[in-house]
Each structure stands twice: as structure tokens, then as C-alpha cells.
């Protein structure tokens, strides 16, 4: 063989070694599609023989061998390349897929955590208020009492059971149940147990108590402690015109100090069902009957002149035979219309003078406003603390403007309180035309100490536009004037403080604005005339079952009138209403001193009101006593 038939040889020896070579590194799939090369090749070259000479054919079988070998590796890195496809394209979609999954997990975590903020919240917290439902698996001890695999209310169950709580404070035959001061302690240490890592002994805490310990000392003192009472009037003898004395008693008062160190005690050694006894000793009056009746005198009174009305004179005693012999006793308040009642004929009250809407008419129980307003003014006087009063529509007659109490049943009312530490006594009379108001009780004011008010019209105020009432005797198209009217007024009333004499205070109190009346002017409309003789006037009666005495502001409302002021209206002219108001004295007769003031038997002293002019009548309060005029208001024009 020659050296160009060998080389050629070993090439394609070589080539078909490599062929070989990489056709072992495929996989089954590429072995199978190389046989199938081979063996097509292998035909080819059989087909191909011929009878050429053995180094012609080793020559053409080498060549062959080349093309086979050729073919193989073709085919394998073929079959990897659609293999390599198609493994990076599953592997494409699986992680797709994850991605696509981990997204929606998240997103549905976040929602869910979003929405479920609320319920978490509320869950944690019906956690926390019912307490942890985990058991103790170690092993702990609260003084001495297992609570090891318990949840936290099954431990506080068995403490309390063991710690019952029943203590008590006792006097006498009575008892006291002291609130369980150790519940919330006994929270507290479960707290500290189960919220944490829990420790194997505990002991119940009992410090910290103080403050509810005192405070239940001083709820079992309050239900046994009584107040000393000083000798003091108790009752009224009408029959005598006397006010009757009780004698003094004693009062109790619980230790409060002694109970509070022993409930503590009984806390400390854990004696939760201790009974403790209370220590109660007699605290003694400041004085008795003998003392009181030096004590007590006439502290105000207050004295107004009447009419020569009968009917009216009528009612203003037996409103004061209604107040006569009233008890308050401290801190009671005292309501004229509570106490006098309803006025009404079944009680003897009679039609007097009064103003239905500016005009005059008759009202079952007018005039009773007189006894109010001296009630008032005696009040002030005394040092008592007037709570309800409201002025008059029009400006009265019988005491100065600005400084009356008008009340009406149903309506307006005239209150005040004892506001002394003693109880006082009212007493009320009526008699020769005079109404006397007195206050009888211990001195509130210091001594030397005097209140009065003094009131000052401001200013005067129109007259309303005047009405019209029909006269068939008037030839028509004349007019003819029945009352001028009166000019309406603004009032500023002072406290004065008097001490020794010397004015330390005199502050406005209040302020108060009283109507004009309208002018009446009589005409004749119907176009007929008649003659006097054929006319009669009819008297108007008002049942005071309703809003009445004093009250003037609304339909069918009522005030009372003097008889005097019923004429003045009717005749005096507008000009003359800036006069000032009539004075207030009390008759030197009508008041007669005694030591319990007019119509009193028994120790004390009397004071008479005399002289008083504008300003200065049966005065007493401060500025927090007596409030606005509610009808007009402090700064009215």
C-alpha cells in the first residue's frame, strides 16, 4: 500500500473515530437517528462496490467511512439543539408559573391583612380582657396554693376560694359589708403570672390599699355618725301665737381613725372575713332648750301699708294666716305657692282689684302679692338666701318699685332658703291696714352688720298706644278720654352694707323695668246713640284658678291693683307717672314690740320698720341672693 493510501486511510480512520466519539455523548434518541445514518450510509457503499482491485475499494470504503461519521454528528448535535429547546422552554413555563403563583400569594396576604386589621384588633382585645386561655405547665404556687395547669380564670376561682372575702364593720345590732378591696389585687398578680414567664412562688400583695380602706371607713361612718342638735323651735302653738322649743340632743360619731387602722390590720394578716367592731362615742350639743331661747329673737321685720279695700285686706290675711308659724329648718327651701296654696272662694278669698292686660278687673285673691313682696323684703333683711323672685308688671303701690315679689298660682313663684345652720321661724300677720312680715331665729348676720336695698328710677318709659272701647252715648265721630295712661319706668335697685353705720358695699342688685298704662279713649262706631240711662256696666270677676295674682304678661293673666292705683290710672295724666312711688311706713301702732316681734310671746327681741321712704323698705340679701327680674332683664331700656 502506498504512503497516500495509508494517510488517507488513518483520516478517515480518524474522522469515523470522532464521529464515533460524539456519537456516544448523545443521548438514546441520538443514537437511534445516527444507526439509522449509518446503516443508510453502509447501503450506499455496499451499492457502490465494484470488482475494482481491494486497495481501490479500502480506498472508497475509507472515503465512506468519512461520510458516515460526518452524518452521525450532524444528526446528534441536531437532536441536542431540539432537545436544548425544549428543556429551556419547560423550564420558561415553570417559572413563569412560580412567579404568577408568588405574586397572587402576596397580594393575598396583603389583603387579607388589611382586612383583617379590625377583627384582629377586636380579637386581641377580647383576648386581653378575658385574659390568656393558656395553662401553666410548670409548676407554681400562690401562697402555697397550686395553680399548675390552670387557665387564668380557673386560677383566680381557686384564690379567691381560698381568700374568701367577707369583711364587715359593725354597731350594735347594724353591719356594714366592706366592698372586696382584694379582688383587684388578686388581677394584678394573674396579670404578672400570665403574661409572663411565671416565677414558682408568689405571695398575695395587700399594700397599696390605703385610700380605698379610708374611703370605705368613711361610708360605714356616714351610715351611724348624727349631728348634735342644739336646742331649737320645733313646732308653732296657734292657739298661744307661740313658737314651741324642743331640748337638745345628742349626736354620734364613728372613730374613723381606729377603723381604718383596724380594717388595715385585718387586710395585712389576710383576715378577709374579719368582723371588725366600730367605735361610736355621744358628741354633745353646743347648747340646750334654756340656751336656745336666749339665742333666738326677731331677726327682721318688715311692715307694708294696705288699702281701705275690705275684700283685698281680706285676702292679705289670710295669706298671712297661711305663712304664720312656718318652720325651715337648715338648707330647706321655702315656696309661697307650695305653702299658701290655692287661692279660692271655698278659703274665703273675695274679688279685689287687678289688671287683666292693663285693665281692671276683679281677681278671686288679689292683693296676696303684698304679703309675698314684704315676705321677701323681711328675707333680704334677715341675711336669708332668696332663690325665685320676679317684679310686677306695673309698678306697685304699697312698697317701692323695684323691690316687690309678685306671684301667681300656677305661675310665678316666691322662694328662699334657710340658708343658717339653725332653724328659723316666719311669722305673718295683718291688722289696721298694715301686712307685717317678721324673721324669728338665730342671728345669721355679724353683729353690726345690716343689709338694705335701695332702688332709683332711671329713667321713664312711653306709655303704650292707646285703646279704644266703644261708648253708644257719644254722638259718633266724638271721642272722649276714659284714663290718660301712665308712663312706664326703668328701676335700678342697690344692696347696701351697712357695718357700725358705715357703708362698706352698695353694689347693683338687679334691675327692673315696669309697663306703662295705655291711654282709654271712648267712641261710638255703631252710628246709634243711647242714652245713659238705658246703659249698665258690668263688673268682671276673675276665678284665680289659674295664672292670677300678679302676673300680667299674657292673655287672661292678672295683676293686682290698689283701689288708689285703680283711681290714679283713671284720672292722673301721663306727665304725673315720674312721680316717685308712695312710701312704705309701718304704723306706729301696728307693730307692737315684744321679744318675738309683733304677735310674739316668748324671749327674743323686736325691730319695727318706721319712716321708710323710696328705697329704703324691710331690706336684707347680698348680690348672689336675689336674681334678675326675669320678665325684663338686667340692662333694659
Not at 376561682?157 to 359589708?177: A, H, N, R
Not at 298694715?434 to 318709659?461: A, F, M, N, Q
Not at 292707646?466 to 319706668?489: A, C, F, H, I
Not at 252710628?527 to 270677676?541: D, H, L, N
Amino acid at each position: 500500500m502506498s504512503e497516500l493510501e495509508r494517510g488517507r486511510r488513518t483520516a478517515g480512520q480518524s474522522r469515523a473515530k470522532g464521529s464515533a466519539k460524539n456519537s456516544r455523548k448523545s443521548s438514546s434518541s441520538s443514537r437511534s437517528s445516527s444507526s439509522t445514518s449509518a446503516g443508510r450510509s453502509s447501503s450506499r457503499s455496499s451499492t457502490g462496490r465494484s470488482s475494482s482491485s481491494r486497495s481501490s475499494r479500502s480506498t472508497s470504503s475509507g472515503y465512506r467511512s468519512s461520510g458516515y461519521g460526518r452524518s452521525s454528528y450532524t444528526s446528534a448535535r441536531r437532536s441536542r439543539n431540539r432537545r436544548g429547546s425544549g428543556s429551556n422552554l419547560w423550564l420558561f413555563i415553570v417559572v413563569l408559573v412560580l412567579f404568577v403563583a408568588a405574586v397572587s400569594i402576596i397580594f393575598a396576604v396583603r389583603g387579607k391583612k388589611d382586612a383583617g386589621d379590625g377583627s384582629e384588633a377586636a380579637e386581641s382585645t377580647a383576648n386581653a380582657t378575658s385574659g390568656p386561655e393558656i395553662e401553666l405547665e410548670k409548676e407554681v404556687l400562690v401562697d402555697g396554693i397550686s395553680i399548675t395547669g390552670m387557665s387564668r380564670d380557673a386560677a383566680k376561682g381557686v384564690i379567691l376560694k381560698e381568700f374568701p372575702w367577707s369583711m364587715q364593720v359593725k354597731y350594735g345590732e347594724e353591719v356594714y359589708e366592706v366592698a372586696n378591696l382584694m379582688e383587684t389585687k388578686v388581677d394584678q398578680l394573674l396579670d404578672e403570672i400570665y403574661s409572663g414567664k411565671a416565677k414558682e412562688s408568689y405571695t398575695l400583695d395587700t399594700s397599696g390599699l390605703e385610700d380605698a380602706v379610708a374611703a370605705q371607713a368613711a361610708a360605714a361612718a356616714q351610715k351611724w355618725d348624727k349631728k348634735a342638735k342644739n336646742g331649737a323651735i320645733s313646732s308653732f302653738d296657734k292657739s298661744s301665737n307661740k313658737f314651741v322649743f324642743s331640748g337638745s340632743e345628742n349626736g354620734l360619731a364613728v372613730d374613723q381613725e381606729k377603723l381604718i387602722a383596724d380594717m388595715n390590720a385585718a387586710i395585712s394578716q389576710k383576715q378577709f372575713d374579719a368582723v371588725i367592731e366600730a367605735a361610736v362615742s355621744q358628741v354633745s350639743p353646743e347648747f340646750g332648750e334654756a340656751a336656745a331661747k336666749e339665742k333666738y329673737k326677731t331677726i327682721s321685720t318688715v311692715s307694708t301699708n294696705t288699702t281701705a279695700n275690705s275684700k283685698r285686706n281680706t285676702n292679705v290675711r289670710l295669706a298671712c294666716e297661711a305663712i304664720n308659724g312656718t318652720i325651715l329648718q337648715p338648707g330647706q327651701e321655702f315656696s309661697f305657692n307650695d305653702v299658701v296654696g290655692q287661692r279660692t272662694e271655698a278659703k274665703g278669698y273675695q274679688a279685689a282689684a287687678a289688671y287683666n292686660n292693663g285693665e281692671v278687673v276683679q281677681e278671686i285673691g288679689g292683693g296676696v302679692c303684698q304679703v309675698s313682696t314684704t315676705l321677701y323684703n323681711a328675707v333680704l333683711k334677715a341675711g336669708l338666701k332668696t332663690t325665685v323672685r320676679r317684679s310686677h308688671t306695673y309698678e306697685p303701690s304699697y312698697i317701692t318699685p323695684g323691690q316687690d315679689a309678685t306671684i301667681s298660682f300656677g305661675g310665678p313663684d316666691y322662694k328662699f332658703m334657710n340658708n343658717s345652720d339653725m332653724p328659723i321661724g316666719i311669722r305673718a300677720s295683718y291688722g289696721d291696714q298694715v301686712c307685717t312680715v317678721s324673721i324669728y331665729g338665730v342671728p345669721i348676720l355679724e353683729e353690726g352688720v345690716t343689709y338694705s336695698l335701695k332702688s332709683t328710677k332711671l329713667k321713664d318709659i312711653d306709655s303704650p298706644a292707646p285703646t279704644y272701647e266703644e261708648d253708644p252715648t257719644l254722638q259718633p265721630g266724638e271721642e272722649k278720654v276714659k284714663s290718660n295712661g301712665s308712663l312706664g319706668s326703668y328701676w335700678e335697685t342697690r344692696l347696701v352694707i351697712k357695718k357700725d353705720g358705715e357703708i362698706i358695699s352698695q353694689e347693683v342688685d338687679h334691675n327692673t323695668t315696669y309697663r306703662g298704662h295705655a291711654p282709654v279713649i271712648l267712641r261710638n262706631t255703631s252710628g246709634t246713640v243711647v242714652s245713659p240711662a238705658e246703659t249698665t256696666e258690668a263688673e268682671t270677676v276673675i276665678h284665680s284658678d289659674g295664672a292670677a295674682d300678679g302676673f300680667g304678661t299674657g292673655s287672661g293673666a292678672v295683676e293686682e291693683s290698689s283701689e288708689e292705683e285703680t283711681k290714679a290710672v283713671e284720672t292722673k295724666p301721663a306727665e304725673s307717672a315720674t312721680a316717685a312711688a308712695p312710701s312704705t311706713t309701718a304704723a306706729p301702732d301696728a307693730v307692737a314690740p315684744n321679744e318675738n316681734g309683733p304677735g310674739f310671746s316668748g324671749p327674743g327681741s323686736s325691730e319695727t320698720v318706721s319712716g321708710q321712704g323710696p328705697g329704703n323698705t324691710g331690706n336684707a340679701g347680698g348680690p348672689e341672693v336675689i336674681a334678675p327680674n326675669p320678665l325684663t332683664g338686667v340692662g333694659a331700656p
